[in-house]
């Protein structure tokens, strides 16, 4: 594997010695936000061990939680001595993405930069920002060394009051599943636990993790994917609420490659967000870009987001022929929708000269196509084709030019191997190469996003999700459809695009499941859900059976905005977002619980008053449509249930 060591912070990294203050005493270390409001300490305890604790507005949001690291040449955790303290420093950062909530960023926070020795000498930095929605840090390893240097143990902990409660989703354990396909992020959550509460798998909880500490939210996460580092979890015990970073299960690996982060020095790890404050300013936080690196040196006018058809999502396999995806290229084109994809074993039942002969008609009808590749080698049994293509890198290049030349505009890759070292290398080779080729991508089957979209603008959207395809194949999981879609936006689809695959108005095609949710509550699912590309699930014949109007806005549908916000919502139960194209809102809400609403909205931000409604009718999969005259508005909604208004 390609070795990436990661030196994007410039002068931050740089100035690790430089400007410091000598450790006074037993004094802990203040760093604050800009505003003021966000507080981090930082001091030893009698051990000699580093501990912090974050604060929102002067209240404690986590007892003291431990820092530190062991490595192969030195154990940086117990017994440290803390030798200097750089003086706290701005950090700012103006940046426009591809596709998100919004697209252009102003980060701001303060830094300072803690370093720690053992008895030998060894130093451990730390380096703390504080921004305005939250805290971050990550480990810097300095000096040199003689060859390669492993990480063996991760030290660090988020020790939250025992009164505080979690909504977490649990991690899968490797090679469990449909054909060894796990871990993906496919897993429903637990929500509203008490801390402390053990995860139901050994292979403990996702990032992003949210809390509920006092009156605050705090949302944990990781930001950065490396090619010297593994991803990392929450550990699946949390004794008293402590909960520890865990590392990926021995098997996350690409088929002979390293688990465990690993380097020369000097080198650093991802960074640990703690992202604070109400439901409102944590889904409006963007620290899961903020702290990503910036976008590699790439051309990017091939990078289009948009919506896609897509038969597998309802039809599966048997839709892979020639004849259907090209009536799908044709749905696209009615729907003025700019992609369709072609998924598995197209290599097989249509070919490379029918695939030719697709992307010439879809062209003509400006469409793009997307085609399907399992990424897979020897780590699962799935065994869809193509299959194995993309595993060495001169055979990946080579087929990436050979479908570029066709004129394919992006790949979809599915079943990769979970979140060892090598496995997150083999993520980024692909979207180096892909880069090399313009052609967008789609991780299926794979870890968290974790910023990377910031990094590779060019990756359009992760699964990460239990999604709209799981709700196809079991009926456990359609009834659980409202409350698990009404807890994403609060947690996995916060910082990172997430590849759900909304939509469907009309049957599931799979007699033994029965949806459970309204057609309103599907047509806002696309509003809500934040994907660079939006796979849309219904079929040509499921979108034949709906109004006009709605057909009318899924044909206009954004997927990139300008501004976002929660207008009402809480993690499970409900969730409205305001977001804003242009000169138009589009204001959606779905209703995750059983039970019927009656919200009252103040929309005044929006200003204008001249809006449409689109929502649930009296009888099953009926719409209703009418026009308001107020940004003030009274919404009624059915159990599992949904609407979308427009301000123009």
Known sequence: MKKHTLFWLGAAVSALIACTTQPQGDDAVTLRSPDGDVKVTVQLDE??????????????????????????????????????????????????????????????????????????????????????DGVAFRYHFPGESEGIVQVIEENTSFHFPESAR?????????????????????????????????????????????????????????VGMQSNFHASRLQAESPGGEYRVGHPMDEEVYTGGGLMAEDERPFSSPWRTIT??????????????????????????FIKPGVASWSWGLLKEPSITYDLQKKFIDYAADMEWEYTLIDVNWDETIGYEGIQELVDYAAGKEVGVILWYNSSGEWNTSPFTPKGQLLERDQRRAEFERISDMGVVGVKIDFFPGDGRSSIAYYREILEDAADFELMVNHHGSTLPRGIHRTYPHMMTMESVHGMEMVTFFQETADQEAEHAAMLPFARNVFDPMDYTPTVFHDLMNPEVERKTTNGFQLALPVIFLSG?????????????????????????????????????YPGKLAVFARRKGDTWYVAGINGEQQAKTLALDLGFIGSNNGVLMTDGDRPRQFERRELD????????????GFVAVYR
């Open 276 to 301: 604070v404050g109400s439901l409102r300013e944590v889904t409006a936080s963007s620290m899961g870009t903020d702290l990503a690196e910036p976008q590699v040196e790439m051309n990017t006018d």
């Open 533 to 569: 590309i939006e796979h849309i699930v219904e079929t040509p014949e499921g979108m034949a059976t709906v109004p006009d109007y709605i057909k009318n806005f899924m044909r206009d549908l954004p997927v990139v905005w300008d501004e976002s916000r929660l207008v009402e919502g």
């Open 47 to 132: 051990q000699g061990q580093p501990r912090y604790q974050v604060y929102h507005d002067e209240q404690a949001l986590l007892e003291p939680s431990v820092l530190g690291m062991e490595l192969s040449d030195a154990d940086l955790r117990n017994g440290l001595s803390l030798v200097s303290v750089s003086d706290s420093q701005l950090v700012e950062d103006r940046y426009r993405l591809k596709q998100g909530k919004r697209l252009d960023y102003h980060y701001v926070a303060n830094e300072r930069t803690l370093t720690f020795a053992n008895e030998e000498g060894r130093e451990l930095a730390v380096i703390f920002r504080a921004s305005d």
């Open 630 to 641: 107020s940004n003030r508005i009274e919404v009624e909604l059915k159990p599992a249930g």
């Open 166 to 222: 979690g909504w977490l989703q649990q991690m899968q354990v490797v090679n469990t599943g449909w054909e060894g396909t796990n871990p993906a992020y496919e897993e429903h959550y637990e929500m509203d636990i008490p801390v402390g509460e053990a995860s139901p798998s050994e292979a403990g909880w996702v990032f992003p993790a949210l809390f509920k500490s006092g009156d605050t939210w705090v949302l944990l996460s990781e």
